[in-house]
């Protein structure tokens, strides 16, 4: 299974992604830094001005990662940090060949997703710490190519919206409807500062406009893990 790495880069950030930069390196991957911090460039990142919110970068993000021959986009915020990335990607491969995750994702201390807002009950793995859950956030998270792949062949427009929020569902709306596990592995915690700096309101109506866009499946999907997320377990219970 090949990883490819990719960290966001803005404001505030530049040292937590040079550090993640240097420590992928380490571990003798080529990590992709999407940047939208105009005061630190490096001619071997994809710059794209600070006019580039969240969701610029990750469509920037997708195109490029599109373009490699890498199996998994391992998405990683420019703020977040943890003491061991081999692990985790260790885990990953093991877990995907013994359960063909579409998504997994370490816990993460500060996220709205937290697990009383995401696990679904009823269904289980072998591994207590190992969770089916009906999203991660996008602090930390590897994507499956095949549901990168879905998403790009669907009619999501995500280029009208600026703070992306959404992302977080779509793909989990993919695995799910594909019988693709989402996981999210509790033995593995990334460290996150809380607290945010743009406007959840207008994030909260791009997300509405995107919603109102969506087929009927994707809007019965959408629901479910926002707001009936046990319901998913139906997905997966063929499995």
Not at 4 to 23: C, L, S, Y
Not at 95 to 100: G, L, T
Not at 118 to 142: K, N, P, S, Y
């Amino acid at each position: 299974m090949k990883v490819q790495p990719i960290i966001f880069n803005w404001r505030t950030t530049f040292d937590g992604t040079k550090t993640k930069e240097r420590q992928f390196k380490e571990l003798g991957f080529n990590p992709i830094v999407i940047n939208s911090d105009e005061k630190n460039e490096d001619p071997n990142w994809v710059n794209i001005g600070e006019d580039a919110y969240f969701n610029k970068q990750f469509i920037v993000a997708i195109q490029t990662f599109l373009k490699t021959d890498a199996d998994v986009f391992f998405h990683v915020q420019g703020d977040a940090s943890y003491s061991d990335w081999s692990v985790i990607l260790n885990d990953s491969e093991r877990y995907f060949e013994k359960y063909n995750w579409g998504i997994y994702a370490p816990n993460v201390d500060y996220t709205w997703y937290d697990s009383s807002r995401t696990d679904v009950d009823g269904i289980q793995f072998e591994e207590d710490h190992l969770r089916f859950v009906a999203c991660t956030d996008c602090t930390c998270w590897m994507i499956h190519r095949d549901i990168i792949e879905m998403y790009q062949k669907s009619n999501i427009d995500m280029n009208p919206y600026v703070f992306g929020w959404g992302w977080d569902i779509i793909f989990p709306a993919f695995c799910y409807l594909n019988r693709r596990p989402v996981i999210r592995d509790y033995i593995h915690t990334i460290d996150h500062p809380p607290g945010t700096n743009y406007n959840k309101h207008k994030a909260e109506m791009e997300m509405s406009d995107l919603f109102s866009k969506l087929s009927e499946d994707m809007k019965i999907m959408f629901y479910m893990i926002k707001q009936d997320r046990h319901k998913l377990k139906l997905f997966y219970s063929n499995k």
